[in-house]
C-alpha cells in the first residue's frame, strides 16, 4: 500500500473518514492530520460527491470549535449567539454528521424561513450536550 501526504495510507484516511462520523471530540491534532492529507474520497454520484463536501466542511468547523479558544463574552453564550457571532464553539460537542444536518437546515430556512427560526433552532433542537432532537429539527421543513 502507498503512503500519502502526511504520513496517512489510503486505508488509514477511509478509516478516520469513517471514524470521524460519530466522534463528539475527537483527538485534534489527529484530525488536523487528516485534514491536511491530499487524499480525496471516489464518489460515483452527485449526491455522494455532495455529501463528502458537506461532510469535509462539517469537520474543518468541528477542528475550529475543538481548537477555538473562547473568549470570557463566548464562555456565556447560547449555540444561537455563538451561531449569529460566527464563532464555531456552536458546534462543540456534535458529531459531524449532526452538523451537517443543522447546516443544511441553515440553508433551507434562510431560503424559505426566518433568521429568528434559525436561531430558535439552535437554542431549541440542539442540546447542552450537543445532541440534535431530529423529530423537532424536521418539523422545520413542514
Not at 466542511?57 to 463574552?73: C, M
Request: neutral net charge.
Amino acid at each position: 500500500m502507498s503512503t500519502i501526504t502526511n504520513n496517512l495510507t489510503a486505508q488509514e484516511w477511509t478509516t478516520l473518514y469513517e471514524t470521524f462520523k460519530t466522534k463528539k471530540n475527537p483527538d485534534t491534532d489527529v484530525l488536523q492530520r487528516f485534514l491536511d492529507a491530499k487524499y480525496t474520497k471516489k464518489s460515483t454520484t452527485p449526491d455522494r460527491d455532495a455529501y463528502h463536501y458537506a461532510y469535509m466542511r462539517a469537520l474543518r468547523v468541528k477542528l475550529e470549535s475543538l481548537t477555538h479558544e473562547p473568549s470570557p463574552i463566548e464562555k456565556t453564550m447560547t449555540r444561537s449567539q455563538l451561531y449569529s457571532t460566527d464563532s464555531p464553539l456552536w458546534a462543540l460537542d456534535m458529531r459531524p454528521r449532526d452538523i451537517i444536518e443543522i447546516v443544511e437546515a441553515v440553508t433551507w430556512l434562510k431560503r424559505y424561513g426566518t433568521e429568528q427560526q434559525i436561531l430558535n433552532m439552535f437554542d431549541d433542537i440542539i442540546d447542552f450536550n450537543g445532541k440534535v432532537n431530529y423529530p423537532r429539527l424536521n418539523d422545520i421543513y413542514q
